[in-house]
């Protein structure tokens, strides 16, 4: 036998029944308890309902209830010379009883009142009662064979407890404390103190045991620190509460009994493997471990471990995502916090068609914005080219020059391109292994002028230089051309011999005719770099600004060559 035991019915079932009805039995009293030896018998009743669970009329032949008689404490009695009978249904049913037995089995049998069998209709039931049993002296445990003969045979059985005298369990009750009183409930308000109540002859604590449901722990289990009371137990979700005592028998098994109770909790902490839901609406913080799938989800406030998807709008004052995050539309009141999976991942992927903006006051897209068709607007919500800011732009340092060319010296730099430029106000020349032929005159440099003639600009062009062999530089003006050259830094001067590494010539140009200050970008300035210009003009015509920056490569000694190395042009204002 397989017993199954059932809170508050002080009875178990077996398991592992074969029978094609269904069986329930029920005491009285419940529980059954000793008798006394010198006073009146405990005397006790056996119901059985036998029902018919299916769809379908059963032909039934007869049903044989087998109990144990003596007293011993796996007997159910002493004797079955008192034992009564009866059945609801004498027209169709009658019971044989076995007359007296006071040692081993008692069969009590129900059979048809005429004919093999009876039909049973789908649904019907049929109430054997066995009772004015005397109760035996020792408290134990006794099995009830049910034998069903339904065409086939087949077999059920019951466990009954028999406590000792006196002993009692009932009326457990959830309650919440208001002042010096208990008021029983069956929902309470998140969160709320459930404090049980029940009654017991069971005084002994360790006895005691309280199990309880934990949607996030799964089932707890405290002892209670006083008889007939448990602790407070704060809820904040559906919670089902069992109270087990046990009673332990002289020579024989410990005695259990069990009784349960819930209590609801209105707008309860919500904790799941799985949710499906058409709409969730929650109002305080949802937890999520596992995948979450929804038309639409509105919350105050949303944690998630696992990934997101929603087929509609999710909307959230804050949200907290490890995982992937999949919407058709997500609204978030608050704000929106990508840790990015890495150095090698994708921190943010868009789809490929629709628009992505950061809207301004009242105008959406009005900061930032990238159209459908890839043209970025800057506080510009309608751009009108791949790049369309409204309002000024500035670069600092190099990040913002453009790349205008390369030069390659072939054998010498002798008449290299004449570049010409009005829309840079700052040049850079990046100088890349540039070597001297011979041991003569080996600086090196751009001379200036402007568009139409010589360009005059009084003392001397605005120019900075650095590298690994800036080791001097000159500007020298002669015939209305202006020269700006370079040597390396292993020469004492223009005349002496070396070989030129890297370095890097920064100029400044302004197309105006008025004196003006410029301070040159980041990168040059943290060199002690400043950009001057003094006194443009065209030296015909005076009141006529320059046309730009001129500038050409040369070699101070081109009978002997300047070889190798590359000359990288970049420009911005």
């Known amino acids: 036998m397989n017993p199954v035991s059932r809170p508050n019915s002080w009875v178990s079932q077996d398991a592992a029944a074969t029978t094609q009805f269904t069986y329930g039995l029920q005491l009285n009293p419940a529980p059954l308890t000793v008798s006394i030896a010198g006073s009146d018998p405990v005397l006790g009743s056996l119901e059985f309902v036998i029902t018919n669970p299916t769809a379908s009329a059963i032909a039934l032949n007869s049903v044989a209830f087998t109990i ?38 008692a069969v009590y049998t129900l059979s048809p ?19 004015n049993f005397s109760t035996v002296e020792n408290p134990g445990n006794t099995t009830i064979t049910v034998k069903e003969t339904a065409g086939a045979i087949s077999f059920t059985s019951f466990q009954v407890t028999t406590f000792p005298s006196g002993f009692y369990f009932n009326g457990l009750t959830a309650t919440v404390q208001k002042g010096s009183q208990y008021i029983p409930v069956a929902q309470v308000a998140n969160p709320a103190n459930v404090i049980l109540i029940w009654n017991s002859s069971v005084v002994d604590l360790d006895s ?10 799964g089932q707890q289990q405290v002892t209670p620190s006083n008889t007939g009371i448990s602790p407070a137990f704060a809820v904040t979700s559906d919670t089902v509460f069992t109270v087990v005592v046990t009673v332990d028998v ?30 969730a609406t929650v109002n305080g913080p949802l937890t999520v471990t596992g995948a979450t799938q929804a038309n639409a989800i509105t919350a105050t406030g949303v944690t998630v471990n696992g990934n997101v998807s929603a087929s509609g709008t999710l909307t959230a004052a804050s949200e907290s995502l490890i995982g992937a995050l999949t919407a058709d539309n997500a609204t978030l009141a608050s704000s929106l916090r990508i840790n990015g999976p890495g150095a090698s991942g994708i921190t943010l992927s868009l789809g490929g068609s629709g628009v992505f903006n950061v809207d301004a006051p009242d105008i959406t897209g009005g900061r930032f914005t990238v159209q459908n068709n890839g043209n970025v607007g800057i506080n510009q919500p309608n751009p009108a080219a791949a790049l369309d800011i409204n309002g000024d732009l500035i670069t600092r340092g190099k ?12 054998n010498n730099w002798v008449d290299s391109t004449v570049f010409s430029r009005n829309n840079y106000q700052y040049y850079e020349l990046i100088f890349n292994g540039i070597t001297p032929v011979t041991s003569q005159d080996r600086s090196f440099g751009a001379q200036f002028f402007s568009i139409g ?26 015939g209305g051309i202006n020269y700006l050259r370079l040597w390396p830094s292993n020469r004492s001067g223009p005349q002496s011999p070396g070989v030129f590494g890297q370095m890097r010539l920064f100029l400044s140009g302004y197309s105006a005719y008025h004196n003006t200050q410029l301070n040159a970008p980041n990168a040059w300035t943290s060199i002690g770099c400043q950009a001057w210009i003094t006194g443009g003009f065209n030296p015909t015509n005076t009141s006529q600004p320059c046309g730009g920056i001129c500038f ?11 070889s190798g190395g590359s000359v990288d042009i970049y420009g911005w204002n």
Do not use: K, M
């Open 552 to 562: 050409q490569f040369f070699s101070a000694q081109p009978s002997s060559g300047i």
């Open 208 to 217: 005691i045991a309280i199990y309880y449901s934990n949607a996030a722990q």
């Open 453 to 478: 003639g010589p360009w005059q600009i009084g003392n001397s062009y605005s120019y900075c230089a650095y590298g690994n062999d800036s080791g001097g530089n000159a500007a020298e003006s002669g």
């Open 399 to 410: 990040g913002g020059r453009t790349h205008i060319s390369t030069l390659n010296s072939g």
């Open 113 to 131: 009142q005429s004919g093999s069998f009876v039909s049973v209709a789908a649904g019907a039931s049929i109430v054997v009662q066995i009772y």
């Open 250 to 279: 002289d020579g024989g098994a410990s005695l259990t009994a069990a009784l349960s109770t819930s209590v609801s909790v209105q707008n309860p902490a919500l904790i799941a493997a799985s949710i499906a839901a058409a709409t």
């Open 68 to 105: 144990q008689v003596g007293t011993d404490s796996s007997d159910l009695t002493t004797s079955t010379a008192t034992v009564s009978t009866s059945v609801n249904d004498t027209t169709n049913w009658q019971i044989q009883s076995p007359g007296t037995v006071t040692s081993g089995p």
